[in-house]
Protein backbone atom coordinates (compact mmCIF):
# COMPACT_ATOMS: atom_id res chain seq x y z
CA UNK A 1 0.00 0.00 0.00
CA UNK A 2 2.84 2.23 0.64
CA UNK A 3 4.89 1.80 -2.44
CA UNK A 4 1.36 2.39 -4.05
CA UNK A 5 0.67 5.53 -2.23
CA UNK A 6 5.03 6.65 -2.87
CA UNK A 7 4.43 6.14 -6.37
CA UNK A 8 1.28 8.51 -6.81
CA UNK A 9 3.11 11.25 -4.67
CA UNK A 10 5.71 10.83 -7.10
CA UNK A 11 3.85 11.40 -10.21
CA UNK A 12 2.12 14.67 -8.22
CA UNK A 13 5.45 15.99 -7.33
CA UNK A 14 7.18 16.06 -10.48
CA UNK A 15 4.51 18.25 -11.99
CA UNK A 16 4.81 20.37 -9.28
CA UNK A 17 8.21 21.60 -10.67
CA UNK A 18 6.44 23.32 -13.76
CA UNK A 19 4.08 25.20 -11.46
CA UNK A 20 4.47 28.76 -12.11
CA UNK A 21 4.47 30.33 -8.32
CA UNK A 22 2.68 33.33 -7.55
CA UNK A 23 2.26 35.92 -4.74
CA UNK A 24 -0.52 34.51 -2.16
CA UNK A 25 -1.79 32.12 -5.39
CA UNK A 26 -5.07 31.67 -3.80
CA UNK A 27 -6.88 30.51 -7.09
CA UNK A 28 -9.26 27.85 -5.49
CA UNK A 29 -10.63 30.72 -2.75
CA UNK A 30 -14.16 30.19 -2.89
CA UNK A 31 -13.32 26.31 -2.56
CA UNK A 32 -11.01 26.77 0.17
CA UNK A 33 -13.11 29.39 2.36
CA UNK A 34 -15.89 26.08 1.85
CA UNK A 35 -14.08 23.78 3.47
CA UNK A 36 -12.67 26.78 5.96
CA UNK A 37 -15.89 26.84 7.35
CA UNK A 38 -16.37 23.25 7.78
CA UNK A 39 -12.56 23.04 9.50
CA UNK A 40 -13.48 25.88 11.49
CA UNK A 41 -17.03 24.77 12.99
CA UNK A 42 -15.30 21.19 14.00
CA UNK A 43 -12.67 23.60 15.51
CA UNK A 44 -15.36 25.49 17.76
CA UNK A 45 -17.77 23.13 18.34
CA UNK A 46 -15.27 20.08 19.03
CA UNK A 47 -11.62 20.61 19.13
CA UNK A 48 -11.02 24.16 21.00
CA UNK A 49 -13.58 22.83 23.71
CA UNK A 50 -11.46 19.54 24.30
CA UNK A 51 -8.15 21.84 24.12
CA UNK A 52 -9.69 24.31 26.90
CA UNK A 53 -10.25 21.38 28.99
CA UNK A 54 -6.85 19.79 28.46
CA UNK A 55 -5.13 23.14 29.36
CA UNK A 56 -7.35 23.32 32.51
CA UNK A 57 -6.49 19.63 33.85
CA UNK A 58 -3.02 19.73 33.29
CA UNK A 59 -0.67 21.10 35.63
CA UNK A 60 1.56 23.02 33.78
CA UNK A 61 4.74 20.72 34.45
CA UNK A 62 3.26 18.12 32.63
CA UNK A 63 1.76 19.73 30.09
CA UNK A 64 5.67 21.38 29.18
CA UNK A 65 6.41 17.77 29.42
CA UNK A 66 4.20 16.20 27.24
CA UNK A 67 5.16 18.97 24.47
CA UNK A 68 9.14 17.90 24.61
CA UNK A 69 7.83 14.34 24.63
CA UNK A 70 6.06 14.84 21.13
CA UNK A 71 8.36 17.64 20.35
CA UNK A 72 11.51 15.28 20.39
CA UNK A 73 9.71 12.79 18.18
CA UNK A 74 9.63 15.20 15.93
CA UNK A 75 13.29 15.73 15.61
CA UNK A 76 13.19 12.02 13.82
CA UNK A 77 11.65 13.95 10.46
CA UNK A 78 13.91 17.08 10.97
CA UNK A 79 16.84 14.92 10.39
CA UNK A 80 16.16 13.28 7.58
CA UNK A 81 14.91 16.04 5.75
CA UNK A 82 18.12 17.81 6.93
CA UNK A 83 19.99 15.06 4.94
CA UNK A 84 17.68 15.02 2.09
CA UNK A 85 18.47 19.03 1.87
CA UNK A 86 22.34 18.66 2.28
CA UNK A 87 22.09 20.41 5.87
CA UNK A 88 24.66 17.87 6.93
CA UNK A 89 25.73 20.38 10.61
CA UNK A 90 21.85 20.89 11.42
CA UNK A 91 21.27 17.41 10.69
CA UNK A 92 23.95 17.08 13.62
CA UNK A 93 23.13 19.47 15.98
CA UNK A 94 19.06 17.92 15.58
CA UNK A 95 20.44 14.30 16.04
CA UNK A 96 22.59 15.28 19.47
CA UNK A 97 19.48 16.80 20.62
CA UNK A 98 16.79 13.50 19.77
CA UNK A 99 19.85 11.55 21.52
CA UNK A 100 19.96 13.36 24.62
CA UNK A 101 16.74 14.02 25.18
CA UNK A 102 15.58 10.98 24.31
CA UNK A 103 18.13 9.22 26.95
CA UNK A 104 18.83 11.69 29.62
CA UNK A 105 15.58 13.66 28.93
CA UNK A 106 14.00 10.35 29.53
CA UNK A 107 11.84 9.68 26.44
CA UNK A 108 11.82 13.66 25.22
CA UNK A 109 10.13 14.84 28.39
CA UNK A 110 12.75 17.13 29.46
CA UNK A 111 14.47 19.77 27.01
CA UNK A 112 17.91 18.44 28.41
CA UNK A 113 19.78 19.43 25.18
CA UNK A 114 18.60 22.77 25.35
CA UNK A 115 19.91 23.60 28.89
CA UNK A 116 23.16 21.45 27.13
CA UNK A 117 23.38 24.34 24.81
CA UNK A 118 21.64 22.57 21.91
CA UNK A 119 18.89 24.76 21.16
CA UNK A 120 15.47 23.75 19.35
CA UNK A 121 15.77 24.73 15.25
CA UNK A 122 12.19 25.47 13.29
CA UNK A 123 12.42 22.12 11.97
CA UNK A 124 12.23 21.27 8.95
CA UNK A 125 9.72 18.92 6.54
CA UNK A 126 9.58 17.19 3.27
CA UNK A 127 8.06 20.65 1.60
CA UNK A 128 10.96 22.79 2.64
CA UNK A 129 12.91 20.10 1.05
CA UNK A 130 10.93 20.00 -2.21
CA UNK A 131 11.21 23.88 -2.07
CA UNK A 132 15.18 23.28 -1.89
CA UNK A 133 15.10 21.12 -4.58
CA UNK A 134 12.95 23.30 -6.97
CA UNK A 135 9.87 22.66 -6.62
CA UNK A 136 7.47 25.40 -7.01
CA UNK A 137 5.04 26.63 -4.26
CA UNK A 138 1.67 26.22 -6.29
CA UNK A 139 -1.40 27.94 -5.00
CA UNK A 140 -2.83 27.71 -1.50
CA UNK A 141 -5.29 24.68 -0.75
CA UNK A 142 -7.35 24.43 2.52
CA UNK A 143 -7.48 20.69 3.03
CA UNK A 144 -10.19 19.24 5.08
CA UNK A 145 -9.88 18.52 8.50
CA UNK A 146 -5.99 19.25 7.80
CA UNK A 147 -5.94 22.41 7.41
CA UNK A 148 -4.18 24.97 5.40
CA UNK A 149 -1.15 24.15 3.00
CA UNK A 150 0.03 24.94 -0.60
CA UNK A 151 0.09 22.13 -3.52
CA UNK A 152 3.95 21.66 -3.04
CA UNK A 153 2.83 20.83 0.70
CA UNK A 154 -0.24 18.86 0.87
CA UNK A 155 1.25 15.09 -0.47
CA UNK A 156 4.29 15.69 1.89
CA UNK A 157 2.44 16.03 4.49
CA UNK A 158 1.91 12.16 3.39
CA UNK A 159 5.58 11.78 3.39
CA UNK A 160 6.11 13.24 6.87
CA UNK A 161 3.92 10.80 8.44
CA UNK A 162 5.88 8.24 7.39
CA UNK A 163 9.25 9.44 9.01
CA UNK A 164 6.79 9.80 12.32
CA UNK A 165 7.62 7.39 14.76
CA UNK A 166 3.94 6.73 15.75
CA UNK A 167 3.04 5.32 12.00
CA UNK A 168 5.09 2.26 13.27
CA UNK A 169 3.20 1.64 16.15
CA UNK A 170 1.34 -1.44 15.92
CA UNK A 171 -0.97 -1.59 18.19
CA UNK A 172 -4.24 1.12 16.58
CA UNK A 173 -5.50 2.40 19.73
CA UNK A 174 -2.29 3.56 21.59
CA UNK A 175 -1.30 4.66 17.82
CA UNK A 176 -4.67 6.66 17.70
CA UNK A 177 -4.46 8.31 21.20
CA UNK A 178 -0.98 9.06 20.66
CA UNK A 179 -2.10 11.43 17.92
CA UNK A 180 -4.80 12.67 19.80
CA UNK A 181 -2.71 13.65 22.55
CA UNK A 182 0.03 15.37 19.74
CA UNK A 183 -3.10 17.29 18.53
CA UNK A 184 -4.86 18.46 22.03
CA UNK A 185 -1.15 19.76 23.08
CA UNK A 186 -0.65 22.13 19.82
CA UNK A 187 -4.24 23.16 19.65
CA UNK A 188 -4.17 24.31 23.86
CA UNK A 189 -0.53 25.65 22.79
CA UNK A 190 -2.39 28.07 19.85
CA UNK A 191 -5.79 29.10 22.48
CA UNK A 192 -4.13 32.87 23.31
CA UNK A 193 -3.87 33.03 19.48
CA UNK A 194 -7.61 33.05 19.20
CA UNK A 195 -7.92 36.67 20.61
CA UNK A 196 -5.49 38.16 18.36
CA UNK A 197 -7.60 36.98 15.00
CA UNK A 198 -9.02 39.88 13.76
CA UNK A 199 -10.59 40.57 10.44
CA UNK A 200 -11.25 38.05 8.17
CA UNK A 201 -10.20 35.15 9.65
CA UNK A 202 -9.89 33.19 6.70
CA UNK A 203 -7.30 35.57 5.20
CA UNK A 204 -5.47 35.87 8.52
CA UNK A 205 -4.87 31.62 8.71
CA UNK A 206 -4.23 32.06 4.72
CA UNK A 207 -1.61 34.92 5.00
CA UNK A 208 0.02 33.97 8.73
CA UNK A 209 0.71 30.18 6.61
CA UNK A 210 2.24 31.45 3.90
CA UNK A 211 4.59 33.49 5.45
CA UNK A 212 5.71 31.53 7.99
CA UNK A 213 6.15 28.78 5.48
CA UNK A 214 8.60 31.10 3.05
CA UNK A 215 10.14 32.30 6.27
CA UNK A 216 10.72 28.40 7.04
CA UNK A 217 11.99 27.45 3.32
CA UNK A 218 14.46 30.55 3.04
CA UNK A 219 16.05 29.58 6.21
CA UNK A 220 14.41 33.24 7.98
CA UNK A 221 16.00 34.72 5.21
CA UNK A 222 12.62 36.97 5.15
CA UNK A 223 11.09 38.79 7.82
CA UNK A 224 8.69 36.86 9.96
CA UNK A 225 5.80 39.09 11.21
CA UNK A 226 4.22 35.43 12.74
CA UNK A 227 6.67 33.78 14.06
CA UNK A 228 4.84 32.37 17.15
CA UNK A 229 2.02 31.24 15.09
CA UNK A 230 3.78 28.28 13.63
CA UNK A 231 1.77 25.94 14.12
CA UNK A 232 -1.55 27.60 13.40
Known amino acids: MKKISLAAVAVILSGLVAIPVFADDDRFEN ?7 VNDRLDQYALRPAAVAYKTV ?6 KGVDNFFGNLDEVTNVLNDLLQGKFGQAAHDSGRFLINTTIGIGGLFDVAQRAGLEKSDGEDF ?10 EGPYL ?7 STLRDAPSKFVDSITSPFSYVDD ?8 GVDLLAKRASLLE ?3 VISGDKYLFVRDVYLQRNRYL ?6 EDDFGDFEDY
Open 31 to 37: LNRKIFT
Open 217 to 222: VNDGAI
Open 58 to 63: MPNPLE
Open 172 to 179: VRTRNAAR
Open 193 to 195: IDR
Open 127 to 136: GQTLAVWGVG
Open 142 to 148: MLPLIGP
